[in-house]
């Protein structure tokens, strides 16, 4: 069974920079794409972007700029930054992985989710 | 970006009814169109994917349609655990965007 699991810290201070890793046990990133989504009350979920085993990335246009998604330190693992935090990006961060194409790159296995709150 | 509207924002419903949620995409998408289910504190949880495709272990009561613009979720006799909050997302192209959620309630 595939899982995954979110870390880093819960409250950042605005103007800061937001690094959070994903941990995927029982497979690695080979073969497939991996997303980071978040979600907050008042902007429901939200893709952020995707990584491909590969390193290939794309982001969503409205956090152009400030999202940086990579390939972390062992093959299990990927990480977010986000920089330049208002109160608006305080949310629920999910890592999820995609399904093949016969799935059609649907999320197939999400994280518990880690709520980071940025307060000063 | 292609937008997603989902219909209603919320719904009451007794177990065992059927009880129909709708999708509407901004642009075609053929049939790359998901549905999820959220609980509290829970992550979405992948229901159906290419539009009318069970994903693995999710009840035959539920099921899919649709393609182009126009997405329907259904439950069919509908069971206490089934109360939650359900949302599409197209997996066209980037940006894959979500709709805005079905609260599904317990009448």
């Known amino acids: 069974q595939v899982q995954l699991k979110e870390s880093g810290p819960g409250l950042v201070k605005p103007s800061e920079t937001l690094s959070l890793n994903c941990t995927v046990s029982?497979?690695?990133?080979?073969?497939?794409?991996w997303s980071w989504i978040r979600q907050s009350p008042g902007k429901g979920l939200e893709w952020i972007g995707y990584?491909?085993?590969?390193?290939?990335?794309d982001y969503n246009p409205s956090l152009k700029g400030r999202v940086t998604i990579s390939v972390g330190t062992s093959n299990n693992q990927f990480s977010l930054k986000l920089t330049s935090l208002t109160a608006a990006d305080t949310a629920v961060y999910y890592c999820?992985?995609?399904?093949?194409?016969?799935?059609?790159?649907?999320?197939?296995?999400w994280g518990q989710g880690t709520l980071v709150s940025v307060s000063s | 970006d292609i937008q997603m509207t989902q219909s209603p924002s919320s719904l009451s419903a007794s177990v065992g009814d059927r009880v129909t949620i709708t999708c509407r995409a901004s642009?075609?998408?053929?049939?790359?169109l998901c549905w999820y289910q959220q609980k509290p504190g829970k992550p979405p949880n992948l229901l159906i994917y290419?539009?009318?495709n069970l994903h693995s272990g999710v009840p035959s009561r539920f099921s899919g349609s649709g393609s182009g613009t126009d997405f329907t979720l259904t439950i069919n006799n509908l069971q206490p655990e089934d109360f939650a909050v359900y949302y599409c997302?197209?997996?066209?192209?980037?940006?894959?965007?979500f709709g805005q959620g079905t609260r599904l309630e317990m009448k």
């Open positions: 997302q197209h997996s066209y192209r980037a940006p894959y965007t």
């Open positions: 642009q075609t998408i053929s049939d790359y």
């Open positions: 999820a992985r995609h399904g093949t194409n016969k799935q059609y790159w649907s999320l197939d296995y």
């Open positions: 290419a539009a009318s």
């Open positions: 029982s497979d690695s990133l080979s073969g497939h794409y």
């Open positions: 990584l491909y085993y590969t390193g290939i990335t």
